[in-house]
């Protein structure tokens, strides 16, 4: 149980590294307040000797806090992590809180981190293996579409297959995939911004277009993607394979708008950010461990329950909700609050 991070501050070219258990899916808030609330913040948390990194399995979150060249780099968090509108608006609001700094996202995760303060990225890369999903088969239910394979045939023609599942493992299959569109109902058009829940979301997690004529493979993940151009351009040889990040909009061109994507407005989604920064996170998390442990001694005769100690460990930088208010009405040009 846990959401683990590792936290970094670059000073006078050298770089300190810390650890937290919990705060993976709370870093986009804890960061948020600037630069000296989020020093402080790291600061408060575990140190650790250079070489005891996170590999990309265990890393849900990380942050690089560079005071020499005022970077932030950064990825972790819950929405935010998948949503890619509601991240882009909490990055705007971000930006304007830690001015005179660049903020950056970590598209590769614990890797960029690493790469960014030098230490070997093949340290922190796990053996993971995905599953390869080699079929075009659309879910059961449309509001399950979790994101599209386009294709571009060799006659010029656009064909959308509506899929659920992750990017990589589809792509995984390498051209095997190519083959699947004949076996598949194809669509002209998907309206996405009529099929997905938009109280769920509402936006798809990644898309692959394949160009059959030019072998050529575009993809856009929202989700951290580690070393993925290496992974799926092996998997893909003699073929072009270029990743946009959280790019959506070149699956667009591509497909020449036929995929029709919800469209939140901003002021939702700045609501969205804005609820998310001022919620009530009062409870500390080791409760939620403690409570489970005594859960499963209850009526045990002799059992023995062991705790990770660092499970036990929950530092937080506590500020007070009138002055999160005031940053989150400046990060909005302080002409909004909730």
Request: aromatic residues 10%.
């Given at each position: 149980m846990g959401q683990r991070a590792n936290l970094v501050i670059v000073e006078n070219g050298d770089y300190r590294l810390y650890y937290s258990h919990w705060c993976a899916n709370t870093l986009p808030r804890d960061l948020f307040w600037g630069p000296d609330y989020a020093i402080a913040f790291i600061q408060a948390q575990r140190e650790l000797n250079k070489s005891d990194w996170?590999?990309?399995?265990?890393?849900?979150?990380?942050?690089?806090?560079?005071?020499?060249?005022?970077?932030?780099?950064?990825?972790?968090?819950?929405?935010?992590?998948?949503?890619?509108?509601?991240?882009r608006v909490y990055l705007q609001m971000l930006a304007r809180v830690w001015r005179a700094w660049e903020v950056r996202w970590a598209y590769e995760g614990i890797a960029d981190i690493a790469d960014y303060v030098g230490y070997p990225r093949e340290r922190v890369l796990s053996e993971r293996e995905v599953k390869p999903v080699c079929s075009l088969s659309p879910p059961s239910k449309r509001e399950w579409t979790d994101l599209v394979a386009s294709f571009t045939?060799?006659?010029?023609?656009?064909?959308?297959?509506?899929?659920?599942?992750?990017?990589?493992?589809?792509?995984?299959?390498?051209?095997?995939?190519?083959?699947?569109?004949?076996?598949?109902?194809?669509?002209?058009?998907?309206?996405?911004?009529?099929?997905?829940?938009?109280t769920f979301s509402g936006f798809p997690t990644g898309g692959v277009h394949i160009d059959v004529g030019s072998k050529t493979v575009d993809f856009w993940i929202a989700?951290?993607?580690?070393?993925?151009?290496?992974?799926?351009?092996?998997?893909?040889?003699?073929?072009?394979?270029?990743?946009?990040?959280?790019?959506?909009?070149?699956?667009?061109?591509?497909?020449?708008?036929?995929?029709?994507?919800?469209?939140?407005p901003e002021r939702v989604l700045t609501k969205d950010v804005t609820e998310m920064l001022l919620m009530d996170d009062s409870g500390s998390r080791v409760d939620s461990v403690l409570d489970a442990a005594f859960t499963n001694l209850d009526?045990?005769?002799?059992?023995?329950?062991?705790?990770?100690?660092?499970?036990?460990?929950?530092?937080?930088?506590?500020?007070?909700?009138?002055?999160?208010?005031?940053?989150?009405?400046?990060?909005?040009?302080?002409?909004?609050?909730?």
């Open positions: 996170l590999d990309d399995v265990w890393a849900e979150g990380a942050a690089v806090v560079d005071r020499d060249k005022n970077v932030l780099l950064f990825y972790g968090g819950e929405d935010v992590l998948f949503d890619v509108p509601l991240r045939t060799a006659e010029g023609d656009i064909r959308l297959y509506p899929l659920a599942g992750s990017v990589e493992s589809y792509l995984d299959s390498g051209p095997a995939l190519v083959g699947e569109c004949e076996r598949h109902e194809a669509f002209d058009a998907l309206p996405l911004n009529e099929w997905l829940d938009e989700d951290i993607a580690t070393d993925v151009q290496h992974r799926i351009s092996h998997r893909w040889p003699e073929w072009t394979v270029r990743w946009h990040r959280d790019a959506f909009e070149r699956q667009l061109a591509l497909t020449r708008e036929a995929i029709r994507l919800p469209n939140r009526g045990a005769t002799g059992a023995v329950v062991e705790i990770n100690p660092w499970s036990l460990r929950d530092d937080r930088l506590e500020i007070p909700l009138e002055t999160r208010r005031r940053i989150v009405a400046w990060s909005l040009g302080e002409s909004y609050l909730p």
